[in-house]
């Protein structure tokens, strides 16, 4: 795929769920409008939508047709936005900026930033278990698991714990593996399972190709901390390091982490082989990951 094609698909991809996302507000009635806001202000105000676009790649990738993707798509990208509206919250990382927009606790309050996030997590959820899909149970597992204590929230929980410390290189990746890696995994394992069952040997392979994206992507974030500059990241470029946070960088080294990065996805890329020529989509995903510069 050229960088042209990719970058119409990855046009393409973010305007579908977007459009999917907005309709989610647009169609019902408020029950608190401040709320809505508050949501539709952590969810649809800019964002990569790079998890959705793994969902639309890995089910195409075995046949699953874009309007079976959707609801799995947009269910990840809710709780993705979930977790940045807490992950922001003064008790946390208490952020200010947040894809170039004030965070939601800045643009409301922080009770409300709470509530919103609390609601987009169980919006996923309804959104998820209203899909006319089949293996809706072993979707919806995917999803929690992934969210949750052994999943992102847990990872998070890692993060925390760490900050001002100095964890090992096997620690961090744990870390990350949870924090950042299970939503991206989660990503391709739900678009797969939209179109096989867990019985097909083709998921082993996404499987392998997720583990060593996520943790290449968070990698990435690591050194684009350090090396990026605030409007083009939009957020605070060098949160980390004035947080104290244990980063790639801060153990190997900027070329360290940047080569480190490059191993992984080369690994993504050997993992797509038993699926042929339909894996260099993805192939090309995994590239881009490393590539980009926000």
């Not at 970058?7 to 996302?21: C, F, H, K, Q």
């Not at 105000?45 to 790649?57: D, H, I, N, S």
């Amino acid at each position: 795929m050229s960088v042209e094609r990719l970058e119409d698909r990855l046009i393409g991809d973010r305007a579908r769920v977007d459009a999917r996302l907005d309709a989610l507000f647009t169609d019902r009635m408020a029950t608190e409008p401040r709320l809505d806001a508050a949501m539709r202000h952590g969810v649809l105000v800019g964002g990569k939508r790079l998890r959705p676009v793994l969902v639309y790649a890995a089910g195409r990738v075995l046949g699953a047709a874009d309007d079976d993707l959707d609801a799995p798509a947009m269910a990840l990208e809710l709780v993705h936005a979930y977790s940045l509206v807490h992950d922001d919250l003064p008790a946390m990382d208490d952020d200010d900026l947040r894809r170039g927009q004030p965070t939601v606790h800045r643009a409301f309050d922080e009770a409300t930033a709470i509530l919103a996030g609390d609601a987009l997590q169980s919006l996923a959820f309804e959104v998820l278990a209203r899909a006319a899909l089949p293996r809706l149970p072993a979707l919806v597992a995917t999803l929690a698991e992934a969210a949750g204590r052994d999943g992102m929230v847990g990872g998070q929980a890692l993060d925390l714990a760490a900050v001002g410390g100095r964890p090992d290189i096997e620690a961090l990746a744990t870390m990350h593996g949870h924090k950042t890696g299970a939503l991206i995994r989660a990503a391709v394992r739900l678009g797969g399972l939209v179109a096989v069952d867990e019985s097909d040997p083709r998921l082993a392979a996404l499987q392998a190709y997720a583990e060593a994206i996520g943790l290449a992507f968070q990698i990435h974030d690591d050194v684009l901390d350090v090396t990026g500059d605030t409007t083009t990241l939009g957020k605070t470029s060098g949160a980390d390091a004035a947080r104290h946070k244990p980063t790639y960088p801060a153990l190997l080294g900027l070329d360290g982490a940047r080569r480190r990065a490059v191993e992984l996805i080369d690994l993504a890329v050997d993992a797509l082989a038993p699926l042929g020529s339909a894996g260099d989509p993805l192939a090309e995903l995994a590239r881009y990951m490393i590539e980009r510069d926000h």
